[in-house]
């Protein structure tokens, strides 16, 4: 069992429920579901300075409804300065879009751009990398 904590900032139930499942050999100590942009900021602000109650990976989709995937990687852009840890960010959508992929080229602190569905391989390296 490893000790990382996975936060993914999706709207679809579904998939977080398939990333619970993908958990299932505990690859990730915890993984914790956000669907709002806002909430998240706030929480990685409050915790900003106490390395346990941050996430050591997030998975961030880019579409989502009122405010999108791009404005979490806009605020942690930031935000990330101040963090006391570093954290791992991979955007993970089903859009397949070429310019969706150059915009996400532009955070040079993106680990990944993975089109969805997650593998279990790729989960399971992802927890191993981080």
Partial sequence: MHHKTLLVLDDDGIFHHLMKL???????????????????????????????????VIFVDIALPVR????????????????CKEISIYVVTVSVRQVDHERVSAYPFIKEYITKPVSMNQFRNIALAN
């Fill in 68 to 83: 999108d995937g791009y404005s979490f990687l806009d605020a942690f852009a930031t935000l990330r300065p101040s963090l």
């Fill in 22 to 56: 993908a958990n299932k050999p505990n690859f990730f100590k915890e993984v914790i579901h956000y669907d709002q942009v806002g909430e998240l900021i706030s929480d990685l602000l409050e915790n900003q300075g106490t390395a346990a109650l941050l996430p050591d």
